[in-house]
């Protein structure tokens, strides 16, 4: 069963990355929670993640992750990325800068016994990313 789990998670992000959301969304249960280490917002619900991927990616319309690892905890995989992307978008309250990001992510996924995810929990370096768009000293 865990080894179907970090597939299903590998799945997840090759989807983003190739900007299909809906099918990326369909990984996850239908009650299932998005959060990440930036906002105190929790996602819920499969149509609240789809929503939360769009919105990335009208902030980066290019964004992307690639050098992906693994770590298989059974119901849990714990993945790791470089993710990078165009400010081409409104990113909250900041107008698009053009400019670049690349910084390494973390991500918990939580499984149910049909191998759909329940919970992501996502943790970045948001500093890191504000300052390589010059939103932040």
């Given amino acids: 069963m865990s080894a179907r789990n970090v597939e299903n998670t590998k799945k997840v992000l090759e989807l983003f990355c190739r900007k299909e959301l809906a099918e990326a969304a369909s990984y996850f249960a239908e009650d299932a929670t998005l959060r990440n280490n930036v906002s105190p917002d929790v996602k819920r619900g499969r149509q609240a993640i789809y929503e939360h991927l769009v919105r990335w990616y009208s902030s980066f319309s290019d964004a992307a992750a ?72």
């Fill in 66 to 137: 690639h050098s992906m690892e693994f770590i298989d905890a059974g119901d849990t995989v714990i993945g790791m990325f470089h993710g990078e992307g165009t400010h081409t978008g409104p990113l909250g309250e900041f107008p698009a800068t053009g400019k670049r990001y690349s910084i390494r992510y973390c991500e918990i996924y939580r499984f149910d016994a049909e191998g759909k995810i329940i919970a992501n929990e996502a943790f970045y370096d948001s500093l890191s990313l504000l300052r390589q768009l010059g939103l932040a000293p």
